[in-house]
């Protein structure tokens, strides 16, 4: 079992609907996560940052934790073409940039 | 744009043969780290350098090696190179002088490798 587990899509749906990406992980040691986003031909960019379980929300966008599930997710409001996109979860044990598991990433499709 | 550069942005090759990426990193980034991202392993840590000195390893094969130059730019050498290992190779800083760490990565825009 991969320690970080994420379905790779493609996930296509209509502007203006409301999206949700979703990863699992095995390593309870895990307890900071992030959501990359990463265009095509482009490097990832970090998009979400969290600590421990609960909600975050910028913007359009919410990143939910619930570590008694090893499951984050991601939900993106009133999602627009240039939300088309992979999006990477990643996760450390520590805050810092060292030790981050990726998965492999979802590939977002939002059909104008 | 991120501040990170790598050149070259595509690379062809043959099997066997050794090849050099290059990234300098967000100015004032102390730590450079090297991903590879193929489409079944997704994004693999390979190796951080902090400030000249290796700091940590991931799944980085023995054929592979790197370093961080006095400068902070850094170079990933891969040698007898085999067709697994076209892929796109990524390097990222972080942990600019003077901040925190935030636990952000900032990419580079990635050298695409093609062994034939």
């Known amino acids: 079992q991969k320690e970080v587990e994420q379905d790779p899509g493609p996930l296509s749906v209509p502007e203006g609907a409301i999206v949700s990406l979703n990863c699992t992980y095995s390593?309870?040691?895990?307890?900071?996560f992030m959501w990359y986003r990463q265009y095509s031909r482009k490097g990832p960019e970090l998009l979400m940052y969290?600590?421990?379980?609960g909600n975050k929300e910028d913007g359009r966008f919410t990143a939910q934790v619930d570590k008694s599930s090893k499951y984050i997710s991601l939900f993106i409001r009133d999602s627009q073409p240039s939300d088309s996109a992979t999006y990477l979860c990643a996760m450390s044990p520590g805050g810092g940039a060292d030790g981050l598991t990726f998965g492999k990433g979802t590939h977002l499709i939002i059909q104008p | 744009d991120s501040g990170v550069t790598q050149t070259p942005k595509h690379l062809i090759t043959a099997t066997g043969q050794r090849v050099t990426l290059r990234c300098s990193p967000r100015?004032?980034?102390?730590?450079v780290y090297w991903y590879q991202q193929s489409l079944d392993q997704g994004l693999q840590f390979l190796i951080q350098y902090y400030n000249g000195e290796e700091r940590a390893k991931g799944n980085i094969l023995e054929r592979f090696s790197a370093q961080q130059f006095p400068d902070l730019h850094s170079e990933l050498n891969l040698s007898s190179l085999e067709l697994g290992d076209s892929a796109l190779y990524f390097c990222?800083?972080?942990?600019?002088?003077?901040?925190?760490?935030?636990?952000?990565?900032?990419f580079g825009e990635g050298s695409r490798l093609t062994v034939l």
């Open positions: 969290t600590y421990s379980s």
């Open positions: 390593n309870s040691a895990f307890q900071y």
């Open positions: 100015s004032g980034d102390l730590s």
């Open positions: 990222a800083s972080s942990l600019r002088i003077g901040s925190g760490n935030t636990g952000e990565l900032f």
